[in-house]
């Protein structure tokens, strides 16, 4: 650890320059993140179908009750056009 003295103007003088660059390389990170955020992949058939409420197989007693039942889920949609296109894959 450096321990270091002097005035408020001697230590913004010393600092002072530093603190721009390391609010400036946040900021450039930030830009970076956004651009990265822009790009993304569509939805497959799957998800697409799980995404509407109304596909959500639920359970209806036990200790997994009003949780989504993705095995009744899965059956369904294999059912579906979607769900047979994908199964031909």
């Not at 003295?5 to 993140?33: H, I, N, P, Q, W």
Request: glycine share 6%; no cysteine; hydrophobic share 35%.
């Amino acid at each position: 650890m450096v321990k270091v003295e002097g005035t408020l103007d001697e230590m913004y003088e010393l600092f002072g320059e530093a603190r721009k660059a390391v609010r400036a390389g946040k900021r450039s990170v930030r830009a970076a993140k956004k651009v990265a955020k822009k790009v993304k992949r569509p939805l497959n058939s799957w998800q697409k179908y799980l995404k509407n409420h109304k596909n959500k197989h639920k359970y209806k007693s036990g200790k997994r009750k009003g949780q989504v039942d993705m095995k009744a889920a899965s059956r369904a949609f294999k059912k579906t056009p979607a769900g047979k296109k994908a199964a031909k894959k």
